[in-house]
């Protein structure tokens, strides 16, 4: 599946994200967008993010958005060129302190409708309980380290063989107007 990444739905996925849960820390909010990308691709035949999500032994995480907070945070190989640091900060080496609220306008209602319904089926489970969650067929079919196809996420977001038929079909039209 050709998926597009798009930073500024990412950015503002994490802040929506992040000024809507109780514990901001990475994990947390990593498996919340996880669950909300994966139901939105479901819902409409694409990610609201397009990160590509690393088979970690905690579970999938966005490695762009890991990146983005990396560099934020001071240990990334990148400086800051882009500002991120006026939109969030990082505390304590792993929590997320959002400096803003995210740009609605960025992202669409069924976006911030997936990212709702994920807050709140997931922001209240413990550590364990979203990494059990988030350790599903997608993740467990992936080689630690290694990135988890979009085919495998949407199988496990419950798409059968014709709908990711047509994903993909409206991924490689959309691909190819862009």
């Keep these: 599946m050709n998926v597009q990444f798009d930073k500024v739905k990412t950015l503002n996925a994490l802040l929506f994200v992040a000024n809507r849960v109780q514990r901001k820390d990475f994990h947390k909010i990593f498996k919340v967008i996880y669950f909300a990308d994966r ?12 990160d590509t999500y690393i088979a970690m032994d905690a579970g999938p995480v966005p490695s762009r958005l890991y990146d983005m ?67 599903d067929v997608a993740w467990r079919s992936t080689a ?15 798409l059968d063989a014709d709908e990711l038929e047509c994903v993909n079909e409206y991924a490689k039209m959309t691909a190819a107007l862009s």
């Design 69 to 135: 907070l990396k560099i934020v945070r001071g240990d990334s190989y990148l400086p800051d060129t882009e500002g991120l640091g006026r939109y969030f900060q990082v505390e304590n080496w792993m929590y997320v302190r959002p400096l803003v609220d995210a740009d609605l306008n960025s992202l669409s209602a069924n976006e911030q409708e997936a990212l709702s319904d994920s807050i709140e089926k997931y922001a209240s489970l413990s550590y364990g309980e979203i990494k059990e969650k988030s350790h």
């Design 39 to 50: 139901q939105h691709l479901a819902d409409w035949g694409r990610p609201i993010t397009g």
């Design 144 to 158: 630690r380290d290694f990135s988890i196809s979009w085919d495998s996420i949407a199988r496990e977001a419950g």
